[in-house]
């Protein structure tokens, strides 16, 4: 097998075992979870996203990676861990945690699309050797953080509509 096709077979099962294991133990968990410590829980996961600027060191990835890829994946893996971060630090004020908590999610996503973009743009599987240590991010750590960033969103809404229904039934003459 070709390092591309190799490449490609690990990116979508990377998702298989996370998935497996979302299922079964941390998204019953989540689910029963306080809103607010469900969302630290997962906020702290994407706080280590600061992690992606190892996309731009020399010497750690290769020098034939594609500076557009290298460069979008890691600022925007770094955004997305500075406002998990400032999401944690700013729990007591609820008036700016969620919205953080909103912002982290969508700016994640949205790099993680386009890196995905990216990826297949400049045929990153041909490329992957120029990952280097650097190879595992999109392999095992991009899908946990994919299934976090809905989970985090599905857990906002769901909430938000049951605190709706509660507000509803209450605003009801008895």
């Not at 941390?26 to 630290?40: D, G, I």
């Not at 998990?84 to 699309?113: E, S």
């Amino acid at each position: 097998m070709s390092p591309a096709t190799i490449f490609s077979i690990h990116l979508v099962l990377g998702y298989v075992p996370w998935l497996l294991c979302f299922s079964a133990y941390f998204w019953p968990r989540l689910r029963t979870m306080e809103p607010v410590e469900a969302q630290r829980a997962i906020a702290v996961l994407h706080g280590f996203r600061f992690f992606g600027l190892v996309f731009i060191v020399p010497g750690v990835v290769g020098s034939a990676l594609p500076a557009e890829f290298a460069t979008f994946a890691a600022y925007g893996d770094f955004a997305t861990g500075i406002l998990a971060i400032l999401a944690l630090l700013t729990i007591r004020l609820p008036a700016v945690f969620w919205p953080l908590v909103i912002g982290y999610n969508l700016v994640g996503i949205v790099d993680i699309l386009v890196d995905y973009y990216h990826g297949a743009r400049f045929d990153l599987p041909s490329l992957s050797g120029q990952l280097g240590a650097a190879y595992m991010i999109p392999i095992i750590y991009v899908p946990l953080l994919m299934l976090t960033h809905f989970a985090s969103l599905y857990l906002f809404l769901h909430n938000r509509h049951k605190k709706d229904r509660i507000l509803e039934s209450e605003a009801l003459p008895s």
